[in-house]
């Protein structure tokens, strides 16, 4: 009877199959240590390549805007006269910093209109859509500098077939690249030319957007604008996000065409050894970044340079960072 009762007392015993065995504290290290390592494995291209390409440039450029140094001898500390040069003296810092901002303002809003209108009218046609879109993707394909050899003699005021076919038709044509007020706007049509990448982005999120939305919008008794408010545009809002971001940026490097069409347009011939000034005419198409080039490999000041290249780069980030807020920016609390 006693051991009947110790039996009924017993607890009863827990099945093997249930029983696990919680690992040690070392074990957790070492299996989060193999984690980590397999992470940084992933992730090592890209670390290397941030770090050779833009961590290291960066914080060398920092260096520089501390130094004298003109690439001949050994940089020398001067602290923020670079700084204090280049805000308050540089007399071109002014007009380049205005022309970039004005490119960034005009030419990628009227981009991004211009590319989503282009869209918007491929997508609606029925018959011959192949051929539009090779012909407004074509120009894209073509090198920046041909490009823009190609637009300035179009354009050009004295023997342009652009100008003599707007003097047949009894209109007075502007100089084009060869006047200060016209200069700017002659770049952001060369920009609109070759609109073909972001006519082709626009396009493939236009036709995303579900066709049974269009349905129930039309049931309702919406319109064409209506349609486009709240059906097209909610749903296209984050590609647009990425067009104005991507263009942004790229427009705070614009280079090549500027400086391309300023020496065409002046006459200079470029020849082995030869400096030119960019900005042509009266500097009205000098940016930052040419400005950056003519300081830094020009005059060889390259603390100068790298201030510039700093303040270009903050302000490229300050804007980028503004249009990537929620409700700031072009995307909704929601996305």
Same mark, same amino acid.
């Given at each position: ?6 039996? @009924? @007392? ?172 016209? #200069? ?58 990425? #067009? ?13 065409? @500027? ?77």
């Amino acid at each position: 009877m006693a051991i009947s009762n110790a039996a @009924a @007392a017993a607890p009863p015993a827990t099945p093997a199959s249930t029983f696990t065995a919680e690992p040690k504290a070392p074990e957790l290290r070492r299996k989060h240590n193999r984690d980590r390592l397999r992470t940084i494995g992933f992730l090592s291209p890209w670390l290397v390549g941030f770090t050779v390409f833009f961590g290291y440039p960066l914080i060398a450029t920092v260096y520089f805007s501390f130094m004298h140094y003109n690439q001949i001898q050994e940089p020398t500390f001067v602290g923020l006269r670079n700084w204090k040069y280049v805000l308050t003296q540089m007399p071109l810092f002014g007009p380049a910093l205005w022309n970039t901002l004005w490119l960034v303002v005009v030419m990628v809003g009227l981009r991004v209109v211009f590319g989503l209108g282009i869209g918007l009218l491929i997508t609606k046609i029925k018959t011959g859509v192949g051929f539009f879109r090779t012909a407004f993707y074509i120009p894209y394909l073509a090198p920046p500098v041909a490009a823009t050899v190609a637009f300035v003699f179009l354009l050009n005021p004295g023997s342009g077939p652009v100008n003599e076919l707007l003097s047949s038709v009894g209109v007075s044509a502007p100089n084009w690249f060869n006047d200060p007020n016209w #200069a700017k706007p002659s770049l952001v049509m060369l920009s609109l030319w070759g609109i073909g990448d972001l006519m082709v982005i626009f396009m493939a999120a236009l036709l995303d957007v579900p066709k049974e939305q269009y349905e129930a919008a039309e049931l309702d008794g919406a319109g064409v604008f209506t349609k486009f408010r709240y059906v097209t545009w909610p749903a296209i809002t984050p590609i647009v996000m990425f #067009a104005v971001v991507t263009g942004v940026v790229q427009t705070m490097q614009y280079y090549t065409q @500027a400086l391309v069409a300023g020496k065409l347009a002046s006459g200079v011939s470029i020849g082995p050894g030869s400096v030119i000034q960019p900005g042509y005419p009266d500097h009205s198409t000098l940016t930052v970044p040419q400005l950056v080039y003519s300081i830094g490999f020009q005059n060889f000041n390259t603390g100068a340079a790298s201030v510039l290249s700093l303040v270009l780069f903050v302000i490229a980030m300050a804007v980028t960072t503004l249009l990537m807020r929620k409700r700031a920016g072009l995307l909704s609390a929601e996305d």
